[in-house]
C-alpha cells in the first residue's frame, strides 16, 4: 500500500503548533495527512537547527510523499528538514518565510540596523516573547478575534540568543533536487518573494497579513494547493 502524502507544517520558533490549527482541517479535506512538530520544547537544543531536522525525519513516515511548509523564521531551516525527511524531488514551501541562509546565524543575516534592533530586545540572553514587540493595537489588527487571538499567542516561547546567533550550514544534496515555491501573504514580504522569484523559486502573491492561515485559512489552502499543482 502506497505510503499516504503528508504535509509537514513547520511554525516559526517564535511562534507554536497552534499557528497551524485553523489551517489543518482545510488540508485534511483536501486529502493530505498533516503533521506539525511542537518545536517549543527543542529551543534549548544545543544546536536548535540539529533538533528540528532530527525532530522531522521522526515526524513523516519513512518513504512517504512529503511536502515541506514553513512559515516566517521557519524559513531557513527548511534546507537541513528537506535533507532530514530525505523524500525524493521533493516540494518545499515557504509561506511569508526568510530565505536560507548558510554559512551565517540570524542576527548575522540581517541589515545591521534590524540586527541592532534585534539585540537591542534581548534580556538575560533571551528574546522576550514575540507578542511583546509589537504594540497590543498592531496583534489586534493581525488578529481581529480575540479568542483566536489568545490561541495563537498564548505560551510563546522565550528565545535563547544561542538560537539566534546559531550558524546554519549549508544544505545537502536533497535541497538542489527540491521544487522551491514561495508564497507571500503580506506587504512585509514582498522583497524577500522578489528575491526567491531571482533565484528560481516558483513565486504566488495572496494580499494578507503574515497570520492568514490563522485569519483566512481557506483562501491560504487555495493558494498552497494551486502552487503545487502548478507545473515548473
Known amino acids: 500500500m502506497p505510503a499516504e502524502p503528508t504535509m509537514l507544517l513547520v511554525h516559526s520558533p517564535l511562534l507554536t503548533s497552534a499557528t497551524w490549527d485553523a489551517l489543518r482541517p482545510h488540508l485534511e479535506a483536501a486529502g493530505w495527512r498533516t503533521v506539525v512538530p511542537d518545536l517549543r520544547p527543542l529551543v534549548e537544543a544545543p544546536s536548535f537547527h540539529t533538533a528540528v531536522c532530527a525532530e522531522a525525519a521522526t515526524s513523516v513516515a519513512s518513504g512517504a510523499p512529503t511536502v515541506v511548509v514553513g512559515h516566517s523564521r521557519a524559513g531557513p531551516y527548511l534546507p537541513g ?115 526567491a522569484e531571482e533565484c528560481g523559486y516558483l513565486v504566488r502573491r495572496m494580499d494578507a497579513d503574515h497570520l492568514a492561515m490563522v485569519t483566512r485559512p481557506a483562501m491560504v489552502t487555495d493558494l498552497l494547493l494551486s502552487a503545487l499543482g502548478a507545473s515548473d
Open 81 to 195: 528538514i528537506v535533507g532530514a525527511v530525505g523524500s525524493d524531488r521533493p516540494d518545499v514551501v515557504f509561506l511569508d518565510a526568510r530565505l536560507p541562509h548558510p554559512g551565517t546565524s540570524w542576527v548575522g543575516s540581517l541589515p545591521p540596523e534590524r540586527a541592532t534592533w534585534l539585540r537591542e530586545r534581548g534580556v538575560s540572553g533571551r528574546l522576550p516573547t514575540w507578542d511583546t514587540w509589537f504594540p497590543s493595537a498592531s496583534l489586534e489588527d493581525l488578529v481581529p478575534d480575540p479568542g483566536q487571538r489568545h490561541h495563537v499567542l498564548h505560551d510563546l516561547p522565550e528565545l535563547p540568543w544561542k538560537l539566534v546567533s546559531e550558524v546554519l550550514p549549508a544544505p545537502g544534496a536533497a535541497w538542489n533536487s527540491a521544487r522551491r515555491i514561495y508564497l507571500q501573504l503580506s506587504a512585509a514580504y514582498s522583497s524577500t518573494a522578489d528575491q
